[in-house]
């Protein structure tokens, strides 16, 4: 398949999340997210010292998750995408690590630190 420079402003990708439990276990959950696609100068800076590196992970993830998928409420009904949601769900701290591992490794192929 050839390479098409003209991408899309936003791209879906699954994240795994495993979450400890009460058994000394962990429950593994997939979901799918939505997330902008950045250039290097957006992500590096313009200046080449840091762009979104210099932002922590929650800050990150809140200008760069558009949405998400396969996500539910205790009781079953859909988790739907929205700021305050997103909020929720980075207070967990294995999503909130899920969530940055998954965006860095699409803009890089390689997970990144902050």
């Known amino acids: 398949?050839?390479?098409?420079?003209?991408?899309?402003?936003?791209?879906?990708?699954?994240?795994?999340?495993?979450?400890p439990n009460d058994g000394g276990s962990v429950d593994k959950s997939t979901f799918s997210v939505k997330?902008?696609?950045?250039?290097?100068l957006e992500l590096e800076g313009d200046d080449g010292k840091g762009g979104f590196r210099q932002l922590s992970q929650p800050e990150v993830l809140r200008q760069a998750v558009t949405g998400w998928g396969g996500i539910s409420s205790d009781d079953g009904t859909v988790f739907d995408f929205s700021a305050d949601?997103?909020?929720i769900m980075m207070r967990i701290p294995q999503v909130l690590k899920a969530l940055a591992e998954a965006?860095?490794?699409?803009?890089y192929g390689a997970k990144q630190k902050n």
Do not use: C, G, H
């Open 1 to 19: 398949m050839a390479f098409k420079v003209d991408l899309t402003p936003t791209y879906q990708t699954s994240v795994s999340v495993e979450i």
């Open 35 to 40: 997330f902008k696609r950045y250039s290097v």
């Open 85 to 87: 949601n997103l909020e």
């Open 103 to 107: 965006f860095w490794t699409t803009q």
